[in-house]
């Protein structure tokens, strides 16, 4: 079919997380496929989302689970086929789903046909494709580059009796943004996909893509200015500036032309900016104006042990103040971090606010699969640990393994309905009863906030594009407006176990979303907040009469 969509159509837009290896299981042997991906988008277009967005499924030895990529176009055996993705676009065009893939672009596995040829000699075509150096005179590292997986980026090689790069994994070799081919080569790989039907991409580590050619050292950073944002604690990645080996302005030329090659498709992108000092200031720099991305994922509310009112306001201030004219992709929870309610010990009440409230945000929205469940996070066992990177800082970081364990479908049955075989990570015991066939009998469970949230959200325009203006916290209450030219929603959000009582602005304003729990204000301007309850207020311009709390003007 004509899938017809909207150039803005990613603007506002919620996304839903797919990680293929976790959502279901069509063959049965443990592992989730593309097939099973496409018997549960129902589920996915069922809670009002706008797009998915599906980890990578290409061919790769798997020893980053995926993104260490063998072959940028085709389906990895593991997960089916090129025809099982274009069912997977079938289906979810039918349903009025875009599909948004994950492209790893700034490096690949050592099992590249690149990265062999390139490996093989200094004078070979691909020679130049990656980030070789020679050895310092004594034999070392070229410079004092980590890799996010610890210890040195540099990796050496004896046949070209040189160090490559590497900002992950030894296996995962950075390629070398500062060689044209190398561009041209990854602007083919998106104009193959997007010719097959994809709406968008994901860019996976999108401001690692340039490094400093000079291979400058980067200089420490402060311990007291160090955080886990993008790295857990014990990373001696953490003890550096990184301003040489990522973070370029030669990536923005690059980002241009990417821009153009979507252009045609109405196609956009979600860039991931990993920095734990300038994150929001090259958000700004990467989604700013209209050659570039049109969005970027923010690391903001995906570390920390609480979301309090506060951080939320400083971190749209700093939003206003370095990405006033980017957007913002928000995120509670992924893949690669603890699942927010654990992150956040949440109750129940406290996970629906903090759903109603990310609706409510100025940016798309990203969730993450079991999301809407409220799972928390699994505890996974050592010897069924499967992530390198909770091998390598285990026991002080346990991996991320405890949010990618199996989606729970049918709590009555085996693996909870993931799969018929013993799965590649075990169904905790703790995930049976909040399984998809238990949640859909609930009328009380969160799975039916979630859908009515984003039902709220697509039925207001000031929630989906509209400017967040006058950010205030009350002690632990957060208030913002949202606001088009047509339309005015105020909102307050008491993210404490506490009962509050806040004033209400002067205005006409009518109460809006009682599905969601919404309080009403009394007749003099205040408002009453029980334990996390959020109120949300539409300004009626038409009836001055009004008072505030109702449309038939009582509270």
């Known amino acids: 079919m004509d899938f017809k969509k909207d150039a803005d159509w990613w603007r506002g837009a919620v996304i839903y997380q797919i990680y293929p290896r976790s959502f279901q299981d069509a063959n049965g042997d443990g592992?989730?496929?593309?097939?099973?991906?496409?018997?549960?988008?129902?589920?996915?277009?069922?809670?009002?989302?706008?797009a998915v967005w599906i980890s990578p499924f290409f061919p790769s030895p798997m020893k980053d689970f995926g993104y260490d990529v063998s072959d940028y176009r085709d389906v990895d055996p593991m997960f089916g086929s090129l025809a099982d993705f274009d069912q997977i676009i079938a289906t979810a065009h039918f349903l009025g789903l875009k599909v948004m893939i994950d492209l790893v672009l700034s490096h690949t596995s050592d099992q590249h046909p690149w990265f062999k040829e390139s490996r093989s000699s200094r004078d070979n075509p691909k020679a130049?494709?990656?980030v070789w150096a020679d050895p310092k005179p004594d034999g070392t590292v070229p410079n004092n580059w980590h890799s996010m997986f610890g210890g040195t980026s540099w990796h050496w090689d004896a046949r070209r009796e040189q160090y490559y790069l590497h900002n992950f994994l030894t296996s995962q070799p950075d390629l070398n943004f500062h060689c044209a081919e190398v561009q041209d080569a990854l602007l083919d790989v998106a104009r193959?996909?997007?010719?097959?039907?994809?709406?968008?991409?994901?860019?996976?580590?999108?401001?690692?893509?340039?490094?400093?050619?000079?291979?400058?050292?980067?200089?420490?950073?402060?311990?007291?200015?160090?955080?886990?944002?993008?790295?857990?604690?014990?990373?001696?990645y953490n003890h550096q500036m990184?301003?040489?080996?990522?973070?370029?302005?030669?990536?923005?030329?690059?980002?241009?032309?990417?821009?153009?090659?979507?252009?045609?498709?109405?196609?956009?992108?979600?860039?991931?900016?990993g920095d734990s000092q300038r994150g929001l200031e090259i958000l700004?720099?990467?989604?700013?104006?209209?050659?570039?991305?049109?969005?970027?994922?923010?690391?903001?509310?995906?570390?920390?042990?609480?979301?309090?009112?506060?951080?939320?306001?400083?971190?749209?201030?700093?939003?206003?103040?370095?990405?006033h004219?980017?957007?913002?992709?928000?995120?509670?929870?992924?893949?690669?971090?603890?699942?927010?309610?654990?992150r956040w010990n949440l109750t129940p009440a406290a996970a629906r606010t903090y759903a109603t409230l990310l609706i409510c945000l100025r940016g798309s929205v990203c969730l993450y699969q079991g999301e809407e469940l409220g799972l928390p996070e699994a505890e996974v066992a050592f010897e069924d640990l499967q992530d390198p990177y909770g091998k390598e800082f285990w026991p002080e970081f346990n991996g991320r393994d405890g949010s990618r364990t199996p989606m729970p479908w049918d709590g009555n049955a085996v693996n909870a309905g993931f799969s018929p075989a013993k799965p590649w990570l075990p169904v905790p015991s703790s995930h049976y009863h909040l399984a998809v066939s238990t949640a859909e009998?609930?009328?009380?469970?969160?799975?039916?906030?979630?859908?009515?949230?984003?039902?709220?959200?697509?039925?207001?325009?000031?929630l989906r594009i509209g400017a967040m203006t006058d950010v205030t916290v009350t002690g632990e209450v957060l208030s913002f407006r949202r606001e088009t030219e047509a339309e005015t929603i105020l909102c307050f959000f008491n993210l404490s176990d506490e009962p509050v009582t806040v004033p209400v602005p002067e205005g006409n304003w009518v109460t809006i979303a009682g599905e969601l729990g919404s309080a009403r204000p009394l007749p003099d301007h205040t408002l009453h907040l029980g334990s996390w309850q959020a109120s949300?207020?539409?300004?009626?311009?038409?009836?001055?009469e009004r008072h505030p709390g109702g449309e038939d003007g009582r509270s």
């Open 31 to 50: 592992i989730g496929d593309l097939l099973g991906i496409v018997g549960r988008l129902p589920h996915i277009a069922s809670l009002g989302a706008d």
């Open 128 to 130: 130049d494709w990656y």
């Open 192 to 236: 193959f996909w997007l010719e097959r039907g994809v709406d968008g991409f994901r860019l996976d580590t999108i401001n690692f893509y340039m490094h400093d050619k000079q291979l400058r050292d980067n200089p420490p950073l402060a311990k007291e200015l160090r955080n886990a944002k993008t790295a857990p604690a014990v990373n001696p």
């Open 242 to 273: 990184h301003i040489y080996d990522k973070n370029q302005p030669e990536n923005l030329e690059f980002l241009s032309k990417l821009r153009a090659v979507m252009a045609p498709h109405n196609a956009a992108a979600v860039g991931e900016v």
């Open 284 to 323: 700004g720099e990467y989604t700013r104006g209209d050659d570039r991305m049109q969005m970027s994922y923010a690391f903001e509310f995906l570390s920390g042990d609480s979301l309090s009112a506060q951080t939320i306001a400083d971190v749209f201030a700093e939003v206003d103040r370095v990405a």
């Open 325 to 342: 004219d980017g957007w913002v992709c928000w995120a509670f929870s992924n893949h690669d971090v603890v699942r927010h309610v654990t």
């Open 441 to 462: 009998q609930d009328p009380a469970a969160l799975l039916h906030h979630y859908r009515r949230a984003l039902a709220f959200r697509r039925g207001h325009p000031a």
């Open 536 to 544: 949300i207020l539409l300004l009626d311009r038409y009836h001055p």
